[in-house]
């Protein structure tokens, strides 16, 4: 574990520490607002909030809720780095003994600490997008990102006929969204793809300015690059801006990028990016409420519930079925 990673773990085990040092004798009855008879409380803790697409989670998450009559609060760091600033919206949210919680963990080790303090009080978890290395949440909902990252490997060897230079802006190389977009590409190129050889991965924290600087260096030091791959909503308009800001022209270089949004659609429709995985994220939301929600009624969740994930570009975007799954 690294010393930042080693900081921010011990400084959540000791948040912990105090929070159960004070917890009076009744620490054990989870409710919230439910406890005075109202309608069950859910607490959801998010990797972010800004992005589109957890205004999407959010989005289904407030659907199912007022479908079950349940009673759900959203929030999340305003950028994906902030774990310490996660970690005290998952303690507050302990604190406030909601009748479960849903969390997508930044980090899943930090994490594991506050799970002890979600099963010492009594409160379900379940998980959303990415989970913590606690056997504690119950459920998670969630994209199959290795079988993600390998249909954006494919469908970028396809654009740039099967040989040539490629490249990743990554958006994390912690949580395991990040790590398993990145490895389903990585291990599907070197498996099926023998002539296309990825020659730089970097991170850019899903910040889109960073990742431009980033997609920037990678372009002038690889002027044989055929394609760039970004791993998420920010990753992905990042390189777009990169491509736009050199001067490029559409298919000068190859742009995969992941998630929706209307950036990413425009840029679809301009021709600067072929095309992109889309999740489901209402449908990881209204699935994460679900799970609580049978959680918090003595129902076991299915343990892992997989959202889906599609391909569009193009040629498809306006598919019924992919339409409802882009996020705007």
């Known amino acids: 574990m690294k010393t930042g990673k080693k900081a921010i773990f011990f400084a959540a085990a000791a948040a912990v520490a105090i929070a159960l040092s004070g917890c009076s004798a009744d620490a054990g009855a989870s409710g919230g607002d439910s406890a005075s008879g109202d309608q069950p409380y859910i607490a959801l803790v ?29 929030e999340g760091p305003a ?23 849903g969390y997508a963990a930044l980090d899943p080790e930090a994490c594991i600490p506050l ?27 969630k994209t199959d990102s290795l079988g993600a990252g390998a249909l954006a490997a494919d469908k970028m060897a396809e654009l740039i006929g099967e040989k040539g230079e490629v490249a990743i802006v990554g958006h994390s190389q912690i949580n395991s969204t990040g790590v398993e977009r990145r490895d389903g590409f990585v291990d599907q190129m070197k498996s099926a793809y023998p002539d296309i050889t990825i020659v730089d991965i970097q991170y850019g924290d899903g ?21 760039i791959y ?8 990042g390189v777009v801006n990169a491509v736009g800001e050199l001067g490029l022209k559409a298919g000068d270089i190859t742009i995969v990028g992941f998630d929706s949004g209307q950036a990413q659609i425009d840029a ?11 999740q ?42 992919i339409a409802a799954v882009l996020y705007k």
């Not at 902030?82 to 479960?100: C, F, T």
């Open 280 to 321: 489901n994220p209402i449908g990881i939301g209204e699935a994460t409420v679900q799970a609580a929600f049978d959680a918090i009624n003595g129902k076991t969740p299915e343990k892992v519930i997989d959202t889906g994930y599609f391909w569009y570009d193009k040629t498809n975007m306006t598919d019924p079925e």
């Open 230 to 237: 970004g791993t998420n909503e920010g990753s992905a308009i």
């Open 207 to 227: 910040d889109h300015l960073k990742s431009a600087d980033i997609a920037k260096a990678m372009i002038a030091a690889h002027p044989n690059l055929k394609g």
């Open 115 to 141: 799970m002890d303090a979600a099963k010492a009080a009594s409160i379900p978890v379940v998980q959303f997008d990415a989970g913590c290395n606690s056997d504690y949440p119950l459920s998670i909902a």
């Open 46 to 74: 998010s990797k972010g909030f800004q992005h589109q697409f957890w205004q999407a989670v959010k989005t289904g998450a407030e659907s199912k809720a007022k479908e079950l009559g349940v009673k759900v609060t959203f």
């Open 79 to 101: 950028a994906e780095t902030e774990i310490d600033s996660q970690l005290q919206m998952l303690q507050a949210a302990i604190d406030k003994k909601p009748d479960a919680i």
């Open 268 to 278: 679809i429709d301009s021709g600067l990016m072929a095309g992109a995985i889309t």
